[in-house]
């Protein structure tokens, strides 16, 4: 039985894209791979809207090692971070930038919250050793899209640079680095993009990566300022890359930039994310957040008051061949599941899964 993947990532993916795998083997000190790599780098600039003043590079891992990329690398001596952190993404950066030893302000407006802007200017205001501003796009813990836009004309006003997590977005939101003032974003491929989680990437200012030099990363293999040299010099990787997940990467990036189009591709998830949620009310079934603050991709929702456990739930989902994620952090203890339609998911999967979810709720 196929399982479907209502899930945040791994996703569906379309079959063209699987069939992609089945590529010859090649080096990835060929020709070959370069000219496919310099053509993965260009589509990943239209994921984001970006002009030509940005640059991509891709590492192989999965989200988490872009953005590890990222905040390992763009820290000098006595810079110091802020972070706006309302969920397990959030604290995932936390993570990384503790790990890394950069001094960080954490501001938390709480899970599920949206930072208040003038708490975050007041930080801005009187902390002028902040070099960067950092937060998640798509808080994928509770399905939240955060305020990008005014927190990037924040961070330009204060002459601060902008690091955005877009892990759980690229492709499944409207993202123009251009006005948003993003400085430096991720994502990868096993997610909203339809591809297989192991090919991550950046899209970032120009200027900025060729002003990190390899010396300053504090990591080896994820160091920003190696990948931007070898790919600047050799349309290559640092080190040996994951070659064959670079051919799933570009085909679902020519699926989603050419074949349905990167607008047609957020449309079809806005409608299927409509679909669901339509459906889960009728139920009478409640959401974690107004549908304001959703993303086009994730519903964070709650099992009826005295339903069965939620572990039980899920379990009984995946028997039937549908696949959701559980509750994470406080909200598990509160029976609330989350449904994602990223990947190859359409409206008439929408609606079949509806019917298995009323006949388990």
């Known amino acids: 039985m196929k ?3 209502f899930s945040p990532g791994p996703v569906l993916v379309e079959e063209e894209v699987r069939q992609s795998l089945l590529h010859y083997d090649i080096c990835h000190r060929s020709p070959e791979f370069e000219e496919l790599f310099v053509a993965i780098q260009g589509k990943i600039l239209k994921l984001f809207n970006a002009d030509d003043s940005y640059y991509s590079v891709i590492v192989s891992g999965s989200g988490t090692s872009a953005n590890e990329t990222c905040l390992s690398s763009v820290f000098a001596e006595g810079d110091e971070a802020l972070l706006i952190n309302n969920g397990v993404f959030g604290d995932r950066l936390l993570e990384i ?3 890394y030893n950069v001094p960080t302000t954490n501001y938390q407006p709480g899970w599920a919250n949206l930072p208040n802007m003038d708490e975050v ?9 902040i070099t960067y501003v950092c937060m998640v796009f798509h808080e994928t813990s509770t399905g939240m899209i955060n305020p990008v836009n005014a927190v990037g004309k924040l961070a330009k006003k204060y002459g601060k640079r902008f690091f955005v997590d877009c892990v759980s977005a690229a492709a499944g939101q409207h993202i123009d680095v251009v006005d948003n003032n993003i400085d430096l974003c991720t994502s990868v491929g096993g997610k909203c993009l339809g591809c297989y989680p192991g090919s991550a990437y950046i899209c970032g200012k ?6 990190t030099p390899a010396a300053q990363g504090k990591n080896v293999y994820l160091n920003l300022g190696k990948h931007y040299e070898i790919a600047k010099s050799s349309h290559q990787t640092p080190n040996t890359p994951n070659v064959n997940l670079f051919w799933p990467l570009n085909a679902a990036l020519d699926w989603t930039l050419e074949k349905e189009t990167l607008a047609g591709r957020v449309e079809r998830y806005q409608k299927c994310a409509k679909i669901l949620r339509d459906g889960m009310k009728e ?14 991709t994730v519903t964070s929702v709650f099992l009826p008051e005295g339903s069965k456990p939620v572990e039980q739930f899920v379990d009984e989902l995946a028997a039937a061949g549908y696949t959701v994620y559980p509750g994470k952090g406080k909200y598990l203890a509160m029976n609330m599941f989350q449904v994602a339609n990223m990947g190859a998911i359409c409206p008439e999967d929408c609606y079949k899964f509806l019917e298995v979810l009323k006949a388990h709720i």
């Open 3 to 5: 399982t479907m993947l």
């Open 97 to 99: 930038l503790t790990k």
């Open 121 to 129: 200017e007041e930080i801005l205001k009187n902390n002028p050793k």
């Open 283 to 296: 139920m009478g079934l409640t959401f974690l957040l107004e549908e304001k603050d959703m993303s086009n």
């Open 206 to 211: 120009e200027e900025l990566m060729a002003s």
